[in-house]
């Protein structure tokens, strides 16, 4: 038997007070099939087709049938997945104003496939109009490539956050050299002085971000306490108790925390995480609401994000917040004219 310290790195968990995978060895698989459905029903389902024909646009993901799931071992991702697809479409021609439907199917979306590779066809219901299901077969199929690579784009990494774990040897590293922050310093930025030790010994860093949104300040702090609200953004049922102490739990709990400080239409404070994150590590988030004109300043301050999480906390914040978020209040805009 090896001495203290000197066994094999793989099986040393002496400073993980979760003892969760150290230095990434142990297979580890994550379910992706609900996210999945999720995103391929966001990427795929209004893409807007426009030709010398006519215009098209899909509709309904009809069928989705399939699985997928990401697996670590070793420090590597392995991506298993396999869908079989149908959509609906319809379009106008040009000329004539004639109206036709149709649909759009793909038997095998995989990792065994390129997604140039994929097989994808286009049928339409009987009657004129090849013309649109010309323009589907051309153009609409390049547009639905795109949307599968973004699925594909965002499962390797948006779904994937937290599946590696920064190793023993990574910590040092990051600890020994200075980070410069990233991005625009006012909209997007890490300060190099809020890189620190928490908890079990987790590097961290302070995240800092400002956004723009085109309502009141107190239309959008409404977003963020109203649970209907949170639920149409998020587009996921929610825990929302907006009170000092009051739960905060969000898609499908990915993300959940607690409310510490509210003050209507200026403050929030949250205790936050990502379930991926280690076991009972939470960083603190400010969101300060401030009225610019006719608009509002969204002020987000995140603070004890660890260290390898740090670029999918900013693009969580950025995407599946502030992105849905601009979505939602154009939506009840044009509802409204």
Not at 66 to 86: D, M, Q, V
Not at 173 to 186: D, M, N, W
Request: net charge negative.
């Amino acid at each position: 038997m090896a001495k203290w310290g000197q066994g094999d790195p793989r099986w040393i968990v002496e400073e993980r007070a979760d003892a969760t995978n150290v230095n990434n060895w142990h297979w580890t698989e994550r379910d992706a099939t609900s996210w999945s459905k999720r995103k391929l029903k966001e990427v795929l389902e209004g893409l807007v087709v426009e030709g010398e024909a006519g215009r098209c646009e899909i509709g309904d993901l009809k069928h989705v049938e399939g699985e997928a799931s990401c697996n670590s071992r070793k420090g590597k991702l392995i991506f298993f997945y396999e869908w079989n697809l149908r959509l609906s479409w319809k379009g106008t021609v040009k000329e004539s104003g004639e109206k036709h439907k149709g649909s759009v199917e793909i038997p095998n979306l995989s990792e065994e496939n390129e997604v140039d590779d994929t097989e994808i066809n286009v049928s339409k219901k009987k009657g004129e109009g090849d013309v649109l299901k010309e323009l589907m077969r051309t153009e609409g199929t390049t547009k639905v490539r795109e949307a599968l690579r973004d699925y594909l784009k965002a499962l390797k990494t948006e779904f994937t956050l937290g599946m590696i774990l920064p190793t023993k040897a990574a910590v040092g590293q990051e600890l020994a050299t200075e980070r410069k922050p990233s991005g625009s310093p006012v909209q997007d930025s890490v300060t190099p002085q809020a890189l620190d030790m928490v908890g079990v010994k987790i590097p961290t860093v302070r995240i800092h971000m400002r956004e723009v949104f085109n309502s009141p300040a107190d239309e959008l702090y409404s977003i963020f306490t109203k649970k209907e609200l949170v639920q149409k953004f998020s587009k996921c049922p929610a825990v929302i108790e907006a009170e000092k102490g009051g739960k905060l739990q969000m898609f499908e709990g990915c993300v959940s925390g607690e409310y510490t400080e509210l003050v209507p239409s200026q403050r929030l404070v949250l205790k936050w995480r990502c379930r991926s994150w280690p076991e009972e590590h939470y960083a603190t988030v400010a969101l300060t609401f401030q009225d610019v004109a006719a608009q509002s300043e969204l002020e987000l301050e995140c603070k004890g994000v660890p260290v390898s999480h740090e670029e999918s906390t900013r693009q969580c914040w950025k995407k599946q917040y502030f992105e849905e978020i601009h979505l939602l209040l154009q939506q009840s805009k044009d509802s409204m004219e």
